[in-house]
């Protein structure tokens, strides 16, 4: 079996995102593309040159052969994708805008990946790979993919792998704002690295301040806690130091969907080659001011090359 440097799991859908400006409703012709918070993390350790696995289910159809067939063109490793002919494969609709979060709609109930679980689980598999990134995605999804998110954490930490965890909310994936809350933090707390939003941390954290919601998560074990600030950058914390990392000036944004998940690629794949935690949340800036600039979730995702030179642009002052 491949060695792994990262694996993630959730669901993936195919994605229609809008050729022309405008209501959802009244767009003629869409772009079909891929969606789905762990394939992008995926891909985009891939690109790195790291070895990603993701695991999932999707459904024998055209959807699923073309998620299948998309992460094989980006070199992910999908050995534990797992087809089920009795469930479909998720898609959504995502609208083309001029400034702000483009409208989405999703089409995922019911889905193949919902129905992913615990007698799914291949211990070789996740065992081969040294480090866990979870998304809070898979605890919202269904009781079925809960209990598999659960499993895994305490599969990988009871291996001494190390955990990244975004929590990634979706409020209209959960029954209540406190189960959400409460079932989220659980996952946070056992993870090694925490990588909430601004907002997402005064939700689960009921702080207001990046040091406060930092102090909430360190207090109960984890190592190190980034705060994703938008277009002002990003806070982080360890037991040992803080600091703040500004930004990267963007001229145009595009499309915000995927710099979440481009970030905590480039704090992960970091942290994993060793650099340290100021040196992490640069790289996590960078991917995050890349993929703004572009349609897809991922499109703007860099290889290595590119990443490096953009990064070097920018410390030299060229643009």
Not at 47 to 53: E, K, S, T, V
Not at 161 to 173: A, Y
């Amino acid at each position: 079996m491949t060695k792994l440097d990262v694996v993630t799991f959730g669901e993936a859908m195919a994605m229609f995102i809008a050729n022309e400006v405008g209501s959802l409703h009244n767009v003629q012709q869409y772009t079909r593309s891929l969606a789905g918070a762990e394939t992008n993390t995926a891909i985009g350790f891939s690109r790195l040159g790291l070895q990603a696995g993701w695991v999932s289910k999707v459904g024998d159809d055209a959807f699923g052969k073309y998620i299948a067939q998309a992460l094989q063109k980006e070199c992910v490793n999908i050995e534990q994708v797992l087809v089920d002919s009795r469930f479909p494969t998720g898609f959504q609709l995502k609208s083309k805008v001029t400034a702000g979060d483009p409208e989405v709609q999703y089409f995922r109930k019911g889905s193949a990946a919902s129905y992913l679980s615990v007698d799914d689980f291949n211990e070789e598999y996740f065992l081969s790979a040294r480090h866990l990134h979870m998304s809070g995605i898979p605890l919202a999804i269904s009781a079925h993919t809960r209990e598999f998110a659960k499993h895994t954490l305490r599969f990988m930490k009871e291996a001494g792998k190390t955990v990244s965890f975004d929590p990634n909310l979706r409020p209209s994936l959960w029954n209540s704002k406190e189960e959400m809350i409460q079932v989220t933090n659980e996952i946070a707390f056992q993870s090694d690295y925490v990588l909430p939003g601004i907002a997402e941390g005064r939700i689960l954290t009921g702080h207001e301040k990046p040091e406060d919601i930092a102090a909430f998560y360190l207090e109960q074990g984890v190592k190190l806690v980034v705060i994703k600030l938008g277009e002002k950058g990003a806070f982080y914390q360890t037991a040992q130091k803080k600091g703040m990392v500004a930004g990267y000036k963007v001229e145009h944004v595009i499309d915000t969907v995927g710099a979440g998940d481009g970030f905590a690629v480039g704090v992960v794949s970091a942290l994993l080659e060793g650099l340290s935690a100021e040196e992490s949340v640069v790289r996590g800036n960078a991917i995050g001011a890349l993929a703004v600039q572009s349609a897809g979730d991922s499109d703007g995702y860099p290889n290595r090359e590119r990443l490096e030179g953009f990064i070097n642009q920018i410390l030299t002052g060229v643009r």
